[in-house]
């Protein structure tokens, strides 16, 4: 089975290509895809893996990517707005070129979601629906390193404020989505499955800070406000308006429950537990 990684320069593609190789696959059966020559070679010349230089926006640069490849993983772009066309572009890629399996990372519960990234991922499952190549939809939820500046932000000010309520978040490390992913690559047990993946456990802003509190050993205030509140919080603090709409609008979706659901499938799939919240801020106090 040879299998190729899009997005490999990425933080989630580099660890997909790693975990493949973990469960002993040969460096020659992997081909790490990406735009960038230069990193791959740097990130992929001592594993020894195959490489192939492809944008999601160049079909013909895909298509000769996927040549010869059995099982891909679409990792999805990181462009918001141009993730249909790019994924349309490497999915009409990997028909052309003969691919027989499609693993993508998707968005949890991307068909009812309020999360802001669903409507894309939505659009792309759809798309592989149609598709005559068998496919795996793997639904992460959000990743523990999605808070690694949050916590530098805690140690910094012992203060942590957000507009969630009482929403729960199911987190994991980006290491066991990608390793999930490897698992599912591997193997021709999941295809045509759409799974869940979550964390072991899920929290909630006060659990947040409680983690953050332990961590560093001294009392972090929280503070739990309405979406104005939180804007204008955010506003004074001098944030722009993009970065203020995500936050605000991250917390809201998490408020109506779009990350709660902690899970074991991710766990099952992987053999081991998720990594919990505050073995990651342990993680990133230590780094």
Request: proline share 2%; net charge negative.
């Amino acid at each position: 089975m040879t299998i190729a990684v899009t997005g490999a320069t990425g933080q989630l593609g580099r660890l997909i290509v790693e975990h493949l190789l973990a469960r002993g696959l040969a460096a020659d059966d992997v081909v790490a895809v990406g735009r960038n020559a230069d990193r791959l070679s740097t990130l992929f010349l001592d594993h020894g893996v195959r490489t192939a230089v492809a944008d999601y926006t160049d079909p013909d640069a895909l298509q000769a990517a996927f040549h010869g490849i059995d099982t891909l993983v679409l990792v999805s772009g990181s462009e918001v707005g141009q993730r249909v066309p790019q994924h349309t572009n490497a999915i009409r890629a990997a028909e052309q070129a003969g691919v027989q399996h499609i693993v993508y990372t998707s968005a949890p519960r991307a068909d009812t979601s309020t999360l802001f990234v669903a409507p894309e991922h939505k659009a792309t499952e759809d798309l592989l629906a149609a598709s005559p190549v068998t496919a795996t939809v793997l639904r992460n939820n959000w990743y523990n390193e999605n808070y690694e500046q949050a916590f530098a932000q805690i140690a910094a000010t012992s203060q942590w404020l957000a507009s969630s309520g009482t929403g729960r978040i199911a987190s994991a490390s980006r290491s066991d989505y990608a390793e999930a992913a490897a698992v599912v690559a591997a193997t021709d047990a999941h295809r045509g499955e759409t799974l869940e993946l979550a964390g072991d456990t899920a929290w909630d802003g006060a659990e947040f800070a409680a983690t953050a509190s332990r961590v560093l050993g001294r009392d972090v205030a929280y503070a739990g406000v309405s979406s104005e509140e939180h804007q204008e919080a955010l506003v004074a603090a001098g944030l722009d308006e993009g970065t203020i709409g995500f936050l605000v609008g991250l917390d809201a979706a998490v408020a109506d429950g779009a990350l709660d659901g902690p899970s074991t499938v991710l766990s099952t799939l992987i053999g081991h537990p998720t990594e919990t919240l505050e073995e990651a801020f342990r993680r990133f106090h230590t780094a």
